[in-house]
């Protein structure tokens, strides 16, 4: 067994910060799985900021007197490479929790390993509702807000809009369906009279940007619910811009304001969408600013979204240790239930009731500042206020 | 009852008239050989006996019954053995395998999934390459054989279903002349003690004049004569067509 | 009315744009035979250098058109680099083997192109003159995009010159109808490959530096361009340049207008219309029945015997420690041996329509998925237990082989293996996009084994009788009648038939007995995983598949089990030890397609046998 455990310590050694010695049997250790290869430009912040975090844990003392390491590995995008992956940390790696996901069906498989092979998963970043409702389970918890919160925090803004002819575009997948879905049923029940005169599903990744605007402008919609993010929204706002689709039209996105997606956009960063996101340099909390700076220190580079996302599930770790004297994964969910930490972006809870945290997300409106896309008139949305009654909960998470 | 019986066989391709109501008969144990100039239509003839190429018009009868237009393999369930101009074996297969092969078809054993074909039909393969004089080539690759050689094992896999037909086509092509002989001769004898008919393109004089029956000549797809080697031999459109060549008149 | 004019131009736009990158490929094609995995890198190797370009180059007319030039002409740079230092080795390597050097040229590029564009998407600056937009039918439309129409036929009509009126052009045609004949002209045959790769390449970077305006720079693109491209060469009909200008349109329009009626279209649209053409026509819409590369004469492929004592002991010696040596294991290496066990399942049973068969498939992951999806549906909805489940997943493959295969071994070469990846892509998007039944791309979880069979080492030994049994027996039918008959209608469909053997009937059931064996491995993964998803039908996993063969060797029958072996194991390892996997599989696959060009166990085959001198 010699090999392996070489491996895995040039594993840990190339991944962690250098110079972090370890402590003899006394670190705990986090695996942590994600699609590195596929999805770069979202988890080389996350994992930025991921050790940030750790380091900062550490050089506080640590747990209790140990120190915590992570042991990185990467699906390149492959639920089933994700289980395999989990089998190693759990069994070779001697991991006492897992942690990750960027994908929801990478999400699910990991959670389904958690609950097969009774160890905690906090899912990171997945964003998909089964991952808590109808596919949760007892292990795994969720850090960031869902699809259905994140739908509900713009179908609030939506209804406050004139417009009653909707257009929606959205990838074709999972995450692109449902967010459709939550945001027709919600905006419906907020406001029976809109009607939803187009739909678009394009290939997540492969958007024909020009035929989808199109079509899209053919049905004449008064606004238009956007999910497409990445390469796909940078086409689709280049080809929609062009084309004058967006203008005399109110233009509702998801995630459009997280500095992944606006970024790349630059000047063409399209004005005035109500968006989700993160204004990262606008926040001045006293949890957040000293966030970002000693991200900027360590690593030369501003924070995205990602970057707190990975900060984050780390404390939220930290904060679970602290709580539990023992690394026995039942004890560990059960003091998982209902913790409370001090994120970057306020108090958040891991609810008891679904496991989903009360992170929320910065809801407003795009602007374009010195060349640069940007958010105003943005506030923070706490996500213990988008979930569904604990009623609603209990009926969509029947098996827990 | 004649083996093969061909009436009117007419084939095109696009405006060249490769064959054209081309009517003959070959009987058991003959040995019939069909010359021409190249490019006459004797291998079009070929291929739409054994069923490769659909005739435009024409009838194929073989022991009476209607052939025409059936699939290759069809016709070969019914009694015809095949070679070809070009050799046509499994390159991937020693000799004894490509008879097997034949051997195993014909036994309709080729679906089997478990017995390996090693231990199959491997005696009467042996036995059939005895026969053509090339039992020492058994265990060698087709893919790596002479060009001489390959026709002996294409004659062997044609003969692995007892024929009551065997077409060749140009089967010495590529041999020494001394092997040609020597393999007609055999091709001859098998034939007579088995009462298989042979029909034959060749284009050395020799082996045709020595060991053909009867003589069928193709000229631009048209049958221009046909006889005894004598009479074919004597025939003033014959010699038209192979004029200056001495072809017909060859030593003999 | 007048969105329906938009849409066709939208349609045209991307056409055009779908035309550049698939025109060279063709070309590519066309003369080396070689199918390019790598096309789609040089793409976006294209859009990345000219938006290097560009933003470095001073603004204006200059700056954008050169940065496109000069991308275009690096990227025809790198693939003559990538011919000369690699193709150019290979060209004499058993068919489809340079798709494996090809496989490792994207690995590498994608870590290189990572290493220096970073990982964030880039946006270019839109083209100097063509940033606004002109009025159509009143209505407004790109005039980029109204640019790009154009750029298609100007280049169309270029080709269609240096095709016809010059003397390499003369060359180029006559070696795609004919590659023997180049060789008997006495022509530079090396400076024509070189050539002809320098041109497709450069019209890759072409396509990938025109998008600039248009798209984002990714590193997404190289995959998402390359099926589609080769759809529409081979619905073109390979080789044919105005082949691929008609498939392009077709294609184009056919997903402008398809989006306004099946708004979800667009995932499968591309692999419907390639199922329906191949299926009507067999090579494409303008292509030619391919001369036939294998001769009457058979082909160099080389003889099967009983393994040699030698392999014979190595294979027991491996077979007793995989038995006797996995107790002594961690859980977690224990299932590792179990995916071993089952890639070997699934890439012995792809090689039995490769080796034997002499088909390609690119889309044997559909098998595969589809006995996992057969598993993993009885469970859920029937409840059935894992025994049950596990005799569903070979009959749902092997009927949908059935099925499939039937319209696939009519067709031959890339055609054939293009028509397996269309029904493999109809399937995948089934259970993508019936979220009802399959869930979606989310799969089905909880799909576990029986109580008897959780423990690790259980299910190991569980699957490895399976797959082991499964793989025996596939080579015990390559020795049987069966395995000799579809090995002889690959040596020669003439003789086959000659001597009563209904060719396409033996290709047929070889294939769903490749796709039955599949389908096993494929239920062993879904117990062993418990989960199920649309990723395993769908195309990498088939390219794995492919590239295990390739990699052991096609023509060896323990090729695909040393493949399999040696493509998971080293896979395994590396994304474990560092983050730069991708380009260091790339290049160990380069180095070894290069030092074995027979694969792996082809060159150990050529080894023995050069010491013991056998024929
Ligand atoms: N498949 C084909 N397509 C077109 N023309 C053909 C084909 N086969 C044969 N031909 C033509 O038919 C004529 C007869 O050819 P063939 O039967 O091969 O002559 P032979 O065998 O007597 O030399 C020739 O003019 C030849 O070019
Ligand atoms: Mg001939």
Redesign the interface.
């Known amino acids: ?1 010699g090999r ?1 455990q070489i ?2 310590g ?2 840990v050694a ?2 962690a910060a250098p110079g972090l010695a370890r402590a003899q049997g006394e670190a705990i250790r986090i695996g942590e799985i994600n699609s ?2 596929a999805q ?2 979202f ?2 912040p996350y994992r930025n900021a991921w050790l940030l975090a750790q380091e900062q844990v550490n050089a506080a003392g640590g747990i209790n007197g140990r120190r915590l390491e992570t042991v990185f ?2 699906d ?6 994700a ?3 989990a ?2 940390l ?3 790696e001697k991991v006492s929790l897992l942690a990750g996901g960027f994908l ?2 990478v999400g ?2 990991l ?3 958690a609950n ?1 092979n009774k160890r905690l998963f906090v899912a990171s970043e997945p964003l ?1 509702d ?1 991952l808590v409702w109808s ?1 949760g389970n007892k292990y795994t918890f969720r850090l960031r807000a869902s699809t259905y919160m994140q739908s509900a925090m713009l179908v609030e803004e939506a209804a406050k809009l004139p417009a009653k002819r909707w257009a929606t575009v959205a990838p ?3 995450y692109g ?1 449902s967010a459709v879905r939550w945001f027709k049923e919600l905006l419906s029940r907020a406001k029976p009279d809109v009607e939803f005169v187009a ?5 997540l ?2 958007i ?8 899209l ?2 049905a004449n919609p008064e606004a238009i619910f956007n999910v497409t993010f ?2 796909d929204l ?2 689709f706002v ?2 929609g811009s ?3 689709l967006f203008e005399r039209r109110r233009v509702v996105s998801l995630l459009t304001g997280e500095p ?1 997606y606006l ?4 000047d ?1 960063a399209p004005e005035d969408w109500i968006v989700t996101g993160y204004p990262w340099e606008q926040i001045d909390t006293p949890s957040h600013t000293p966030f970002r700076e000693a991200y900027r220190r360590r690593w030369n580079d501003y924070p995205r979204l990602g970057s707190v996302v990975g900060y984050d599930t780390v404390m939220a770790i930290a904060a679970l240790l602290r709580k539990t004297p023992t690394l026995e994964t039942e004890a560990l969910v059960e003091a998982m239930s209902g913790l409370k930490f001090q994120s970057v972006l306020g108090p958040v809870e891991f609810r008891a009731i679904d496991h989903q945290s009360t992170m929320g997300a910065f809801v407003g409106r795009t602007v374009l500042k010195n060349g640069k896309g940007s958010m105003a008139d943005w506030r923070y949305a706490d996500g213990k206020d988008y979930l569904p009654s604990d009623d609603v909960v209990r009926t969509l998470r029947p098996q827990a | 009852m004649a083996t093969l019986e061909v009436e009117g066989l007419t084939k095109s391709f696009g405006g060249v008239r490769a064959v054209q109501g081309v009517t003959f008969a070959v009987e058991p144990g003959e040995m019939l050989a069909l010359i021409g100039p190249n490019g006459a239509g004797k291998s079009t003839c070929f291929n739409m006996l054994n069923g490769q190429l659909r005739p435009d018009a024409g009838r194929v009868r073989l022991m009476g019954r209607d052939i025409t237009g059936i699939a290759p393999r069809q016709v070969w369930r019914l009694g015809v053995g095949r070679t070809f101009q070009i050799t046509a074996t499994f390159g991937s297969m020693t000799v004894l395998e490509n008879v097997q092969m034949a051997l195993l078809s014909h036994h309709r054993r080729l679906g089997q999934l478990w017995r390996p074909v090693a231990r199959m039909d491997a005696a009467p393969a042996r036995a059939l390459l005895d026969r053509l004089g090339m039992a020492d080539q058994a265990a060698r690759p087709c893919g790596i054989l002479a060009y001489g050689d390959l026709k002996r094992v294409e004659l062997a896999i044609a003969l692995a279903n007892e024929p009551k037909l065997l077409l060749m086509d140009e089967p010495t092509a590529g041999m020494a002349p001394q092997e040609r002989v020597s393999l007609m001769a055999l091709t001859a004898d098998i034939a007579r003690e088995s009462g298989i008919a042979v029909l034959f393109t060749e284009h050395d004089m020799d082996v045709v004049f020595s060991h053909a029956d009867r003589i069928l000549v193709l000229d631009r797809g048209r049958l221009i004569a046909e006889g005894e080697p004598a009479v074919v031999r004597a025939d003033p459109k014959v010699r038209e067509v192979y004029l200056g060549s001495g072809a017909v008149t060859g030593a003999h | 009315m007048e ?1 329906l004019v ?2 066709a131009l ?2 045209l ?2 056409a055009s744009s779908l035309f550049l990158v698939a025109s060279g490929l063709t070309v590519i094609f066309g003369v080396s035979r070689v199918v390019n995995f790598a096309h789609g890198s040089l793409y976006m190797l294209g859009a990345y250098l000219a938006w290097t370009l560009v933003t470095t180059l001073p603004r204006g007319h200059l700056g954008f058109w050169g940065g496109v030039i000069g991308a275009a002409l690096l990227v025809g740079l790198i693939g003559l680099l990538v011919e000369v230092l690699l193709l150019r080795r290979i060209y004499r390597a058993p068919e489809l083997f340079q798709l494996l050097a090809t496989f490792g040229v994207v690995l590498i590029v ?1 870590d290189l192109a ?1 290493m220096t564009w970073g ?5 270019g600056p839109r083209a100097p003159g063509l ?3 002109v009025e159509i039918v009143g ?4 005039l ?2 109204l640019f790009l129409i154009g750029v298609g036929p100007v280049v169309l009509a270029l080709l269609w010159l240096l095709f016809h009126r010059t003397r390499w052009g003369t060359l180029v045609r006559a070696a795609t109808q004919d590659r023997e004949m180049v060789g008997a002209l006495g022509v530079n045959q090396r400076m024509l490959f070189t050539s002809v790769f320098f041109l497709g390449s450069l019209l890759a970077g072409l396509g990938g530096a025109l998008q600039l ?4 720079v ?3 693109m190289d995959l ?1 361009i390359i099926t589609e491209a080769f759809v529409v060469v081979v619905v073109g009909g390979l080789g044919s340049l105005s082949g691929a200008a008609l498939a392009a349109l077709l294609i184009g329009e056919l ?2 207008f398809g ?2 009626i099946v ?2 279209i ?2 499968v649209l591309v692999f419907l219309v390639m199922a329906l053409v191949l299926v009507v026509r067999p090579h494409g819409l303008l292509g030619k029945p391919e001369a036939a590369a294998r001769g009457g004469q058979g082909s160099a492929e080389p003889v099967i015997g009983p393994a040699p004592p030698a392999l014979r002991w190595l294979a027991l010696a491996a077979l007793a420690v995989a038995v006797v040596l996995p107790p002594f294991l ?4 224990v ?2 041996l179990t ?1 071993l066990a089952i890639f070997v399942l699934f890439a012995a049973s792809l090689h039995l329509i490769m080796g034997p068969g002499g088909m390609a498939s690119f889309g044997h992951a559909a098998y595969f998925g589809l006995g996992a999806y057969g598993a993993a549906l009885a469970a859920q909805w029937l409840g059935a237990p894992m025994l049950a489940g596990l005799a569903l997943a070979p009959l749902m493959a092997g009927i949908f082989g059935l099925v499939f295969g039937y319209f696939c071994v009519r067709l031959s070469g890339v055609y054939a293996a293009m028509l397996t990846l269309a029904f493999a892509q109809i399937a995948w998007s089934v259970a ?2 019936w ?1 009802e039944v399959t869930g ?4 089905i ?2 799909v ?1 084994p029986d109580a008897w069979a959780a423990p690790k080492l259980v299910y190991y030994y569980l699957a490895l009788a399976l797959c082991l049994g499964a793989t025996l027996f596939l080579r015990r039918v390559v020795h049987a009648p069966f395995g000799y008959a579809l090995r002889a209608q690959r040596d020669s469909t003439l003789r086959a038939e000659a001597i009563g053997i209904d060719a396409f009937r033996i290709r047929w059931l070889g294939f769903a007995l490749a796709a039955a064996a599949a389908g096993i491995a494929g239920g062993l ?1 879904a117990y062993g ?3 199920v ?1 649309p ?2 039908m769908g195309i ?1 996993r088939s390219v794995d598949a492919l590239l295990m063969v390739l990699l052991g060797g096609v023509q060896t029958l323990s090729g695909p089990i040393i493949g399999a072996l040696a493509f998971t194991g080293l896979q ?2 590396l ?5 730069l ?2 380009l260091i599989l790339g290049c160990i696959i380069v180095l070894l397609v290069l030092f074995f060009p027979q694969g792996l166990a082809g060159a150990a085959r050529a080894r023995w046998e050069a010491r013991h001198g056998d024929a």
């Not at chain 3, 305006?213 to 984002?216: D, K, T, Y």
């Open positions: 067994m392996r491996l895995a040039a594993g190339a991944l590195y290869t770069p430009a988890l080389q590995r990467d390149a995008g492959r639920p089933e490479d289980v395999r992956l089998g190693e759990v069994n070779a929801s069906n699910l498989a959670a389904d390993f097969q998909t089964a596919r074709n997948y999972e369906q739909e678009q599903f394009p290939a990744g492969r024909d940007a020009g035929a989808t605007v199109q079509a402008a053919a990445g390469a940078t086409n280049r080809q062009t084309r004058g992944e970024d790349p956009l630059g063409e | 969105n938009l849409q939208s349609g736009a991307s994608q990572l990982a964030q998407d880039l946006l940033r606004g937009s209505l407004r439309f790109p980029y995009e305006p248009r798209e984002s990714n590193l997404h998402s997903h402008a989006i306004l708004p979800k667009t995932l961690g859980d977690y290496a299932s590792v995916e993508f996009q979220v979606g791309d989310n799969g979880l909880g576990w993964f995983k418990g989960s998803f990723t395993y990498p395994e390892q994304v474990r030890l560092t983050d996997w991708r």
